[in-house]
T-cell receptor, first 114, second 114 residues
Framework: EPEVTQTPSHQVTQMGQEVILRCVPI?????FYWYRQILGQKVEFLVS????????KSEIFDDQFSVERPDGSNFTLKIRSTKLEDSAMYFC????????????FGPGTRLTVT | AQSVTQLDSQVPVFEEAPVELRCNYS??????LFWYVQYPNQGLQLLLK??????LVKGINGFEAEFNKSQTSFHLRKPSVHISDTAEYFC????????????FGQGTRLTINP
């Protein structure tokens, strides 16, 4: 069964460093999303992406964040200058254009900022 | 804006006992409702969804949920649980019109004891 994959599974970085989290969505999907979950808190929406542009973003998704679909398969989330409070589990999701409304989630990348 | 409240952060249950995981939501517009499950070290997997029609929806692994519009609830139930149901369960909503982002509750950790 097709699945969303994410790399790396765990990323440790120092405050102020740039990180890129990678996702490979399901191949025929057209809608892409990033969510995050800070330990002990709710899963929060960050951004949605469709037709090579951001379709919606939350207030969390400020100028330090960016997303890109550099080729036909990858979908990346970049944090330019990480802060301690960016430590969280980051989930990528994708959705097809078949009217099912189901977003398929990857296993997540645990980002630890020290 | 939408919000979701899962009233129980942890629910311990004995194997083969019934279980109910509670979810209430708040929204000024009509929403679709979802339950996702997260097994250890895996991504979020859709259990079931309510889009329209019958208020009792059945999902995978023997789970079902009932949409109650007057009480703005969408409780998840299973008549007899198994050890393999041990996981984190998330209730989520999204607007029917417009934004596709999922708004999640804080999750309920279901622990099945032998």
């Amino acid at each position: 069964e097709p699945e969303v994959t994410q790399t790396p599974s765990h990323q440790v970085t120092q405050m102020g460093q740039e990180v890129i989290l990678r996702c490979v969505p399901i191949s025929n999907h057209l809608y892409f999303y990033w969510y995050r979950q800070i330990l002990g808190q709710k899963v929060e929406f960050l951004v949605s992406f469709y037709n090579n542009e951001i379709s919606e973003k939350s207030e969390i998704f400020d100028d330090q964040f960016s997303v890109e679909r550099p080729d036909g398969s990858n979908f990346t989330l970049k944090i330019r200058s990480t802060k301690l409070e960016d430590s969280a589990m980051y989930f990528c999701a994708s959705k097809g254009d078949d009217g099912s409304y189901e977003q398929y989630f990857g296993p997540g990348t645990r980002l630890t900022v020290t | 804006a939408q919000s979701v409240t899962q009233l129980d952060s942890q629910v311990p249950v004995f194997e083969e006992a019934p279980v109910e995981l509670r979810c209430n939501y708040s929204s000024s517009v009509s929403v679709y409702l979802f339950w996702y499950v997260q097994y250890p070290n895996q991504g979020l997997q859709l259990l079931l969804k309510y889009l329209s029609g019958s208020t009792l929806v059945k999902g995978i692994n023997g789970f079902e949920a009932e949409f109650n519009k007057s009480q703005t609830s969408f409780h998840l139930r299973k008549p007899s649980v198994h050890i393999s149901d041990t996981a984190e369960y998330f209730c989520a909503v999204r607007r029917i019109q417009g934004a596709q982002k999922l708004v999640f509750g804080q999750g309920t950790r279901l622990t099945i004891n032998p």
